[in-house]
């Protein structure tokens, strides 16, 4: 079924919209949810709270692509999945390395003006992203976005694992320096 038809039965308020975005985007949403927090359950259970954000989320908004906004609800659920699983047992785990890599580029705040800020930002990212070339775009997106481990990415792009840390590496300087260039830093 086409996107727009899914987003429509949101709208209608229709159950056939979850199970048509299940069969449409369960894998991909799972993929991501089970990179990020690395168990199954875990993961499963991102994807059914990413169906019911989605429904309450639907009527206030109309996504143009809806796997783009199903993948940062999962992503972000998965996040704060794994966040709590470390506060509880305080253990390192795969997506907070990958968080701590890029935390030396992306400033941080609380001041009120923040969300403002957060926005201009992922605009900044996503414009720096677009513009990398298609090995380095993959390798940042894998890593960042799908939060792969750089054993997953050097054995999908077949590349050694020191190559995939490196252009990880020139990156990450890269988009330091963007950002400054931005105002953003």
Same mark, same amino acid.
């Given at each position: ?9 949101y709208w209608q308020?229709? @159950? ?12 991909y949403?799972h993929?991501?949810? $089970?990179h990020?927090c690395g168990? @199954?359950? @875990?993961a499963?259970e ?7 954000? =989605? ?14 906004? *199903? ?5 972000? *659920?998965? *996040? ?14 795969? =997506?907070?390395?990958?968080? @701590?890599?890029?935390? &030396? ?7 009120p /003006? ?9 605009k ?6 677009s513009?990398?070339?298609?090995t &380095?775009k =993959? ?11 750089i054993?997953?990415?050097? /054995? ?5 694992? =020191? ?14 320096? $963007? ?7």
């Amino acid at each position: 079924m086409e996107d727009q038809k899914i987003v429509d039965l949101y709208w209608q308020r229709s @159950d056939l919209a979850i199970s048509e975005t299940n069969q449409k985007y369960g894998r991909y949403c799972h993929s991501i949810a $089970y990179h990020i927090c690395g168990v @199954d359950e @875990d993961a499963e259970e991102c994807v059914n709270d990413t169906w019911l954000r =989605a429904w309450n989320l639907m009527p206030d908004q109309r996504p143009s692509a809806l796997a783009a906004f *199903l993948g940062r609800i999962t992503r972000n *659920l998965a *996040l704060d999945c794994l966040k709590a699983k470390n506060r509880q047992k305080r253990g390192g785990g795969e =997506a907070l390395l990958a968080l @701590d890599e890029l935390e &030396e580029c992306i400033p941080g705040g609380t001041r009120p /003006e923040q969300v403002l800020e957060e926005k201009e930002l992922a605009k900044a990212i996503g414009s720096f992203v677009s513009g990398l070339p298609q090995t &380095e775009k =993959a390798i940042f997106v894998l890593r960042y976005f799908y939060v792969a481990p750089i054993g997953e990415i050097a /054995e999908r792009l077949q590349y050694s694992q =020191a190559k995939i840390k490196s252009s990880l590496f020139r990156t990450r300087k890269k988009l330091r320096v $963007y950002l400054q260039e931005e105002g953003i830093c």
